[in-house]
């Protein structure tokens, strides 16, 4: 392993455990890390795409096992955002314009969260004319723009759930979780298509995730009550509004 990459080590592991306790990946955090250490995006898209799966897989694991995971709630999310991410992947643009617009609302939506902290509750089943009438659309658009950013798409999932009233927050981690883990692949398969795999970097920072993401998912699935499980929710989406932002400058 490079000894460049020691100092990253520890805070992919730290990310991979703030993310891994609400569903999430951590793919917005490892992409502000990495462009911030001087590597190219196009570069290290399937890296990041790589570490994401790892999480959210053992996340999901720790989800579904405490309950959580609601495949009717997924299933119209998933059915257009997989071919959506694989499009995204294959497209060749500058994310500065999506980075901005996506910023702007993340940031307002992680306010949301770590403010106003009334945890949501649980909510009545919505019908399933509402959920896909909603979510098939919406789930194209996702996985386009997963696709695109390089990342797994919970990030925006994750809000969307919680604001519609269709989840409380150990659900949409859930969710989300599944969700990510099924854009990603589709989204790393269109950029290994493009482009190789540097395993000199994925394998370290594999192993760092692999440490950090099951803690960081075992607490948020067993232990953190909702309200907190919110605020940290909003901590992660602020995070990763304001590294969209940073995109900008």
């Known amino acids: 392993m490079p000894s460049d990459l020691l100092w990253l080590l520890p805070l992919f592991l730290i990310a991979a455990m703030l993310y891994a306790s609400v569903g ?15 590597f190219a995006r196009q570069e290290i898209a399937p890296t990041v795409l790589i570490l994401n799966i790892l999480v959210t897989t053992t996340g999901f694991v720790n989800y579904f096992r405490a309950g959580h995971f609601s495949t009717r709630l997924l299933l119209p999310f998933i059915a257009t955002s997989i071919p959506g991410a694989y499009l995204g992947g294959m497209v060749s643009l500058p994310a500065q314009v999506f980075s901005g617009i996506l910023g702007g609302v993340l940031f307002i939506a992680g306010l949301r969260f770590v403010f106003f902290t009334k945890p949501i509750p649980p909510p009545p089943a919505a019908g399933l004319r509402r ?7 919406v789930g194209l658009i996702l996985g386009f723009l997963a696709g695109l950013v390089g990342i797994g798409g919970g990030i925006f999932l994750s ?34 298509l493009r482009g190789g795999i540097n395993f000199e970097l994925a394998l370290p920072l594999g192993l760092a995730v692999l440490i950090g ?9 067993f232990k953190v009550p909702p309200k907190i499980l919110q605020q940290i929710l909003g901590i992660v989406l602020l995070t990763a509004s304001l590294k969209m932002i940073h995109d900008l400058l």
Request: charged residues 5%; hydrophobic residues 55%; glycine residues 16%.
């Open 131 to 137: 959920i896909y009438g909603i979510g098939l659309p």
């Open 159 to 192: 809000p969307l759930l919680l604001v519609m009233g269709w989840a409380d927050a150990k659900r949409t981690a859930a969710v989300s979780a599944a969700f990510i883990i099924l854009n990603s692949l589709s989204g790393l398969l269109a950029h290994t």
């Open 24 to 38: 999430h990946g951590g793919a917005s955090a490892y992409l502000a890390i990495l462009v911030l250490s001087g």
């Open 213 to 221: 993401g099951p803690i960081g998912s075992w607490w948020g699935a």
